[in-house]
Nanobody
Framework: VQLQASGGGLVQAGGSLRLSCAASGRMFSHYVMGWFRQAPGKEREFVGAIVWRGVSADYADSVKGRFTISRDQVNRKVYLRMDNLRPEDTAVYYC?????????????????WGQGTQVTVSS
């Protein structure tokens, strides 16, 4: 499994960005794709996830109502739409994948990772 994330950049507070993650290679029948982020000096944290063959999505409390995850099943892409961005959203954002249908929030539960894309929100 290979994951390629893109779409990061610099945006002012209150602005929006959309991240993309393309999955390729061997794929499972059932899997979950997620987004995590890591700010400087902090641990990597769960942002949200979506069940690939279902309708379920889950979000961290800090982003609920501002971030939305969607997917393109034909092209094996997952998106993270980020609205009303805040300076504290500044981080490197990673997409991740795990087999199964459970949206674990723990980093250690996700074996496949993309390379990360920087999101910087200025105040």
């Amino acid at each position: 499994v290979q994951l390629q994330a893109s779409g990061g950049g610099l945006v002012q507070a209150g602005g929006s960005l959309r991240l993309s993650c393309a999955a390729s290679g061997r794929m499972f029948s059932h899997y979950v794709m997620g987004w995590f982020r890591q700010a400087p000096g902090k641990e990597r944290e769960f942002v949200g996830a979506i069940v690939w063959r279902g309708v379920s999505a889950d979000y961290a409390d800090s982003v609920k109502g501002r971030f939305t995850i969607s997917r393109d099943q034909v092209n094996r892409k997952v998106y993270l739409r980020m609205d009303n961005l805040r300076p504290e959203d500044t981080a490197v954002y990673y997409c991740a994948l795990r087999e199964g249908n459970y949206m674990y929030t723990a980093v250690t539960r996700w074996p496949y990772w993309g390379q990360g894309t920087q999101v910087t929100v200025s105040s």
